[in-house]
Nanobody, 121 residues
Framework: QVQLVESGGGLVQPGGSLRLSCAAS????????MRWLRQAPGKQRELVAT???????NYADSVKGRFTISRENAGNTVYLQMSSLKPEDTAVYYC???????????????WGQGTQVTVSS
């Protein structure tokens, strides 16, 4: 079994910064894509950013230039550095990853429990 645990959420003023972390643990041989998604009240969950095992990144247009996703492969950890935060960034942020438990196994998708980010003055 694999667990993803997020941390780093909280309350921040508009224009401020936060850094989210997500640590994967358990039966892990390799992690392929790691993602951050978010869900605001009354809205659908949306993809915020992805990072491949090789470090290639992609971002939603709404966060480009403000958010940076990165990963520490040795520690199976993914980060989301968020800057110039806006009230519309308020959401529950979820970590998501494709994990293979063994060298010969398929990749399975896992979710973290989510961490609340609130941007308000």
């Amino acid at each position: 079994q694999v667990q993803l645990v997020e941390s780093g959420g909280g309350l921040v003023q508009p224009g401020g910064s936060l850094r989210l972390s997500c640590a994967a643990s358990g039966s892990i041989f390799r992690i392929n894509l790691m993602r951050w998604l978010r869900q605001a009240p009354g809205k659908q969950r949306e993809l915020v950013a992805t990072v491949s095992s090789g470090g290639s990144t992609n971002y939603a247009d709404s966060v480009k230039g403000r958010f940076t996703i990165s990963r520490e492969n040795a520690g199976n950890t993914v980060y989301l550095q968020m800057s110039s935060l806006k009230p519309e960034d308020t959401a529950v942020y979820y970590c998501n990853a494709d994990v293979a438990a063994f060298a010969t196994s398929s990749y399975y998708n896992y979710w973290g429990q989510g961490t609340q980010v609130t941007v308000s003055s």
